[in-house]
């Protein structure tokens, strides 16, 4: 604060009087019920330690989650710098303890779950990778069995669904028919590639089932011809009508190839049937 003394002259020049300017202390010179600016107010406890820093600390990493080192400095830090004269309650001294105690024993759960969880996918990934190599061992052993049971066929009459007939040059074949419950005089129809019957051949005596019949000991009526026919099989039961019975496509198996891995057998000259599609295998 300013404060001015004014010298006074005897004949009270105006330019005889000069002001004289002294500096006094602003917290003694204070009016009564105002703060100088800076001071402190009374009653009022003035704080201890270092001023917190104006700027931004940096370097500090963010992360998401506290762990047990970081949680252990924070209660260290706690200890030392906590007031002499009022310690921290041994109560809250330990609950701190405990909950950090909790905090490791979780930490060392999550590590030990991670572990196992890793573990048991290793575990299933090599279960997944047996299992396919056992799966294609286990095809491959298919195939070289069925290969070889395909290559045992081979001179044999194969059965199969279907109404073909092979007739050879001595005039022998083979057909097979289940009449089911019919019973009486069976007859055979040959069938050209145009759907004409050129023969037929009564058969002896059907007793239902499943059949066989020699085409070299039937009576043909014309004679047949070698090649490769489609045929029917009829039954009449005490002199009725013709019925037709189910039919089977059989043959002598003459070969075998490979298509895609599966074995295919040839019946007669040309007809090919997957070794999976035989039904029987006749002497």
Known sequence: MITATRNV?????????????????PQSAAPTGVTPTGATPPGATPPVGTAE?????????????????????????????QDPLNPMDGKDMAAQLAQFSSVEQLITMNKSMAAQTASASQTADAITALATSQSERADNLA???????????????????????????????????????????????MIDDKGRTISSANVG?????????????????PPLTPGKYTYKFEVATDGGPWQAAKTYTAGRIT???YESGNP????????????????????
Do not use: H
Not at 166 to 175: I, L, R, S, W, Y
Not at 205 to 221: H, R
Not at 264 to 283: E, H, Y
């Open 53 to 81: 820093p104006s700027t931004k600390l940096s370097g500090l990493s963010k992360t998401s989650a506290m762990g047990q080192d970081e949680f252990l400095k924070m209660l260290v830090a706690q200890l030392k710098n």
């Open 9 to 25: 002259a005897s004949a009270f020049d105006p330019n005889t009087i000069k002001p004289t300017y002294a500096t006094t202390d």
């Open 205 to 221: 005596e059907v007793k239902g089932g499943q059949m066989s019949f020699e085409l070299g000991s039937c009576t043909w009526t």
């Open 264 to 283: 295919i057998l040839i019946i007669g000259d040309a007809l090919s049937v997957p070794m999976s599609q035989l039904t029987q295998v006749r002497a």
């Open 255 to 257: 070969g075998m190839r």
């Open 143 to 189: 195939q070289l069995i069925e290969g070889q049971m395909a290559m045992g066929t081979v001179g044999k009459i194969g059965v199969t669904l279907g109404n073909t007939t092979f007739v050879d040059k001595t005039g022998n074949g083979t057909v097979v028919v289940d009449s089911g419950t019919q019973k009486g005089v069976g007859r055979i129809s």
